[in-house]
Every structure is written in C-alpha cells, then in structure tokens.
C-alpha cells in the first residue's frame, strides 16, 4: 500500500545539482527504515525556480523542500515519512517557490490542484450562460486586442508565447498564423479542428461543454490577428451537446456584438459557422478535414501546398486543435511572458491529458507541461486500480507510442517525449496495469486503423490488413519468427510510405510495443 | 475606439443579472452535465433535485448546471454552496442520495462529509 510519494526534481539544473543523488540517497534510506513499500519515489520535471534546486515534493501534504543535498534527502526520510514532521529548515527557501508552484501545495485538499488554463471555468460556470463568461474575464481579451492591439501585436504575442499545436503533432502556433497574415490572398478562414476522432481522447468534448467561449474567442483573436472575417468549427458527428452548445454560444455572442459585424464597436466582423463530421477518423487530419468541410470525400490532400497557403476552398487558412484555440486568450490577456513562465522551456505552458484504463480516477487532467506520467498516474488518477502493477501506458491516443514503466519519469513535453521515441500526441493517457496483454492491445489497435483506411494509399489500405492478418496468427498461436520479422517489415513500410499521418502513424504502437515488450510477441510464437 | 468600455458596460450588466438571480437565495445546487455526467445520470440527478426542492416547498435554492469539472470517475457530481460558506463537491450523486443531500446539507447546513470527492 502506497500512503506517500516523493518527488525530487528532475530537470537538467537540478541534475547537474545533484538530484540523482539525492534521490539515491532518499531511496537509500527509505529501505533503512522499511518504508520502501510504502512510500514511492520518483523525478518532478515541472519546477522552474532555477535558485532552490533540486527541490524534493512530498505527497500527499504536497510538502515542497529545497534546496535539497543528498543528506538532506536523508534527514526527509527520516524526520517526514519516518517520525511524520515536516523538516522546517528545509523548507524555508523553497516557501517562496511554493508560493510560485501553487499547484503543489495545493493538491492535497483540493479538487482542482492542478495549473489551470484551459480549463479554468470548466466545472464552475454554466457553459450555456455568456454572463458567466464574461463575469469571469470572458472576451476581455478580444476586447483588449480591439482597443490596444494592432493584429500584428497579437500574432506576435501568440508567437513569442511559444505555444504549440495541441492536437498532437505540437506546431509553433504563431509561427502558423504568420504563414497564413503574410499571404497576399485577402480572403482567409479560422477552422477550429473539433474532430477529435482519436479513441481514448474527449478532452476536445468536456473544453466545449465547459467552457465554449473560450474557444470562440480563441478563433476571433486568430482572425483578428491574421485577417480572417470567418470560421469554421468541424466537430465530430457524435458530439451532439457539445454541438448544440456552441450553436447556442455563438447566437449569444452575436447578440451582444462580442461575433459578427462591427465587434464591440470596433470595424472588426467575425462569424463562426459549426459544421458536424460525418464520423471518420482520418477527418480529423486537417487537409481530409478541409475537403469534408467543402461537402467532398473526407480524404487527405496532398502537402505542399500546405492549408496556410491553400486551405479551406483553396484560400489560406489557420487550421487549429480546440485545446490551442483555448489558450490563445489568456495568452493575449497575460502576455506571452506569463505563458513561458508555466510549463518548460521548450514547451511551456499546460496540458489536458485525458487518463483512461487501469486508473483509481479516471478523467480530465491538466497540468504544466513537464509533469510526469507517474505524477499524472499516482496523483491525479489516484494510483493503478486494486493495487495492481503498472505495466505499460500508451500516450497520443491509438496511434500513441506503448511505453513501459522505465519512462515513467519522463517529464512531459513535445520535445522531451521525441527524444525517448515518444509522443504526447493529443493527450490521450490510457494506463495499463500488469494484465494487460500487450499484443491483444496492439491488434486492438491495427483492427481500428484497418476500419478507418481511407484507401487512398496502397501503403496503408493493404499494409493495415496484412498486419492485422499477421497478429492474428501471433495470438492463436500459428506464427513463426519468419511470421513475425515479416510483420515488422510491414509495419516499417508502412510508417515509411504512407500518404498521410494516419497510415504513418497506425504502425507506432506494433512498433512501440516490439521494442519494450518484444517477449510477450515470441512468448506467441509457434513453438 | 472603445471595445474595452463597451464590453466592461456588459459585463456589469450581466454581474448585475446574476447578483439579482442570486439575491434573497439560501444556497446554490451546481449539477455537473458534461456528457460524461449525463452518461452517469446527471440528468436524473437534476430532476431528483429539482422535484425534492418542490416537494418540501423550497423556493430559495438555485440550481444551476456547469460543464465537466474533470473527475469523470465521480459523476454525477454535484457541487452545493450554502449561504457564505465555502463551494463544496460531491461525487456519485445518484437519485437515492439526493433527498439525504437535501435535507442535511441545503436544509441542516452540514455537509454531508461522506460523499466529499476529495483526491
Ligand atoms: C489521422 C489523423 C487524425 C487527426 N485527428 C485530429 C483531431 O481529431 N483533432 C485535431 O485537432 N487534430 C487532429 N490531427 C492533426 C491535424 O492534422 C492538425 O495537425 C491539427 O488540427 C493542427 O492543429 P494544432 O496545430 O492546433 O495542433 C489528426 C491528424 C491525423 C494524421
């Protein structure tokens, strides 16, 4: 039974500070007084005070100690878990960065420790009433563009935020918008990528249900900034409330002039159109998205051009995730200073993971970039479920990397994740205790991709099919190691050639899962 | 240009609309409806409340729905407020505990601590 976790920074400032040893130390001292069982422990990414470093995070207190030396780590062990106080003279320095990483003091009895952006008003406020988003500072961003703000003051401001495209492939938002402002075709359209079709993700849904505005004014701060007069939102057919809200938040808006003509007395006109997906997996890649929106067959394009030079009915367009629209904002209102400052270098600012499987809580997430899996798993979703080992997570969704328990402490951002051969992907963050057979998930998986081939490439359309066909005899135990380097060639050939990401990515999890758990696979093999 | 004032005019229009929504009110009932929720039974949940409210005749509670607050595992959750007192949250809040929650907490003022969602 787990009653405590502890934490030690693990970024690269903190490394070179010692953390390592400090961990060891912890670790060490913990099997001296036989609590290893019972207190577990494991690396934070997510700290940004660079003086008090390494710091050590006690869980469930949500205790934050710093700067902390091997030794120290002892004396936390031995005066917090063992005798149950905390070490007072560790925890002077970092009070002011506890002050500064608030989400941690405050996990232990709140409901909502986490760093909220995006999903700030959700669960607060009624998502069917404009009062209650404008009470909460609601279009007082939009507000502020139009007064103060040239559209090339928020262009830059969203671009020197650094934040990145949150529908999973993580593209400088900024930097997008620029592409489509310096086109020298005038007309220009917003399209809010509302698809989410990956299974195992609905933080897209639960953004909109809570808090719909934020997104519409998200997609007007982008239209003003790159000179579009209107929008689009391609929402997943399934998705009939979340619909039905933001048909009912856009008439609201456009009541009270925060959409449509003139904005707010301003000679700025927005609208937003909501247009429902039929229900395919590949509409949510933006080129397939941008023909089902023209009333053609949802299937990709191909790129170059890409939609910022030849979009929506052939003019430039932004195509943006729901969750990227939603920061855009706060982002203008806080200044892009504000943004950096949460989250890690690289990529800062939150995330929304949706956690689903072998968890106590299961739901919606959302924390600084740079928080790890293990802290996500441990203590936003309550631990794994009966008790039971952890054994494999696949994050991004069903095209998402299968990662075991040795990137368990990865600190989690786009960048970090690459570097592991990972992926964040949309967010998506299914856990898997240790009865979880790894090759009956992956042909889970590749049957799925089968179904939702659009066909147009050979590569993915016969690829999917053959690799399904080869899992099959894996699992009933038909195949040979002839059966199975066959099935790695196919699903490397499929990664290679395909024409768009869904058949690049639809192998990943084969792949992923033949190099962490390559044994369960020959454990199948004919004998 | 005056955007900044025309939308600080609305917004005390409509603080104004929910001071006065909110005004001579004993407590306030927050239902979860996200999709997540509903799948649970929020809608249930909402009827449930609503018809003990009638039921024993009280006018002075308002109800209210909000989006998903992100514990999907505890749906239905309803979050209640009563007089200057601090929000709390409840989890699993199907049609047999409401007239309990009702009682005790919008009625008695106690909360009931055991169906606290607390992490
Ligand atoms: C098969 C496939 C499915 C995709 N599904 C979605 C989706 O449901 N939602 C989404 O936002 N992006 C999806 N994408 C990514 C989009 O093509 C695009 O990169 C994204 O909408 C850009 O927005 P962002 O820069 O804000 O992330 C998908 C990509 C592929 C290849």
């Not at chain 1, 449509?260 to 080129?287: K, N, P, R």
């Not at chain 1, 904002?329 to 892009?336: S, T």
């Not at chain 1, 999890?509 to 004998?527: K, S, V």
């Amino acid at each position: 039974m787990i009653r405590s976790t502890i934490l030690v920074s693990g970024d690269p400032i903190s490394l070179s500070r010692g953390a390592e040893e400090t961990k060891l130390a912890i670790e060490a001292e913990l099997s001296f007084y036989g609590l290893e069982d019972e207190v577990q422990v494991g690396y934070t990414g997510r700290v940004n005070r660079t003086d008090v470093l390494p710091v050590v995070v006690v869980y469930p207190e949500g205790t934050v100690y710093g700067p902390v030396t091997p030794r120290d780590g002892s004396e936390i062990v031995e005066e917090h878990l063992y005798k149950g106080r905390v070490v007072d003279h560790l925890t002077v320095a970092a009070e002011i960065a506890a002050a500064e990483i608030d989400t941690l003091g405050e996990l232990s009895d709140t409901l909502y420790g986490q760093k909220r952006i995006v999903l700030r008003r959700a669960g607060l406020i009624d998502p069917y009433s404009i009062d209650d988003y404008i009470a909460e500072d609601g279009y007082f961003a939009l507000a502020t563009a139009l007064t103060d703000m040239t559209p090339d003051d928020v262009l830059q401001t969203v671009k020197n935020s650094n934040l990145q495209g949150r529908g999973g492939a993580g593209f400088p938002t900024g930097l997008k918008w620029s592409f489509v402002a310096q086109q020298a075709e005038p007309t220009r359209y917003i399209v809010c990528n509302a698809d989410e079709s990956e299974p195992g993700t609905f933080k897209d849904r639960l953004i909109i249900e809570g808090d719909p505005h934020s997104v519409l004014e998200g997609m007007a701060l982008s239209g003003y900034a790159v000179g579009a007069h209107e929008g689009w939102i391609y929402i997943r057919g399934e998705y009939v409330m979340a619909r039905d809200i933001l048909n009912r938040a856009i008439a609201q808006a456009e009541e009270m002039n925060l959409l449509g003509d003139g904005i707010l007395g301003s000679d700025f006109s927005f609208h937003i159109h909501v247009h429902a997906g039929a229900g395919a997996y590949i509409c949510g890649e933006e080129t397939a998205l941008l023909n089902s929106l023209e009333g053609q067959r949802g299937i990709p394009r191909i790129r170059p051009p890409y939609p910022t030079v030849s979009g929506f009915r052939g003019m430039p367009t932004v195509v943006n995730n729901v969750e990227t629209l939603a920061n855009v904002a706060p982002i203008v209102l806080n200044g892009a200073d504000w943004f950096r400052a949460i989250g890690t270098n690289r990529s800062p600012g939150t995330k929304v993971y949706t956690m689903l499987g072998d968890v106590n809580i299961t739901g919606l997430v959302e924390t600084p970039m740079g928080t790890t899996l293990r802290e996500i798993i441990d203590i936003y979703g309550g631990g794994v479920k009966d008790g039971k080992a952890f054994k494999a997570a696949q994050t991004g969704g069903s095209s998402g990397t299968i990662i075991p328990a040795d990137l368990l402490d990865v600190p989690m951002d786009f960048a970090s994740m690459q570097e592991k051969g990972a992926g964040l992907g949309s967010g998506a963050l299914l856990v898997c205790d240790e009865d979880t057979d790894i090759v009956d998930l992956a042909y889970v998986l590749v049957r799925f991709f089968m179904t939702e081939s659009c066909g147009k490439c050979t590569p993915c359309r016969v690829g999917n099919v053959q690799m399904l066909e080869s899992l099959e005899r894996l699992r009933k135990g038909m195949a040979r190691r002839s059966d199975l380097e066959r099935l790695e060639e196919i699903a490397d050939f499929v990664q290679q050639s395909s024409f768009c990401g869904l058949g690049q990515a639809a192998p990943v999890p084969i792949l992923t899962g033949l190099r962490y758990f390559r044994d369960e696979f020959e454990a199948r093999l004919r004998a | 240009m005056k955007s900044l004032e025309e939308l600080q005019k609305i917004k005390e229009r409509a603080l104004e609309r929910r001071r006065l929504a909110g005004e001579g009110s004993r407590a306030r009932v927050v239902v979860a409806m996200g999709t997540c929720g509903i799948a649970a039974g929020a809608r249930d949940t909402m009827t449930a409340i609503l018809g003990e409210l009638e039921k024993r005749q009280i006018a002075d509670v308002v109800v209210t729905q909000t989006g998903c607050v992100g514990l999907c595992e505890y749906e239905p959750i309803v979050q209640v407020q009563v007089g200057d007192q601090d929000m709390v949250t409840y989890g699993n809040i199907d049609t047999d505990r409401v007239s309990t929650l009702v009682e005790e907490h919008v009625v008695g003022g106690e909360p009931v601590e055991k169906w606290l969602v607390r992490k």
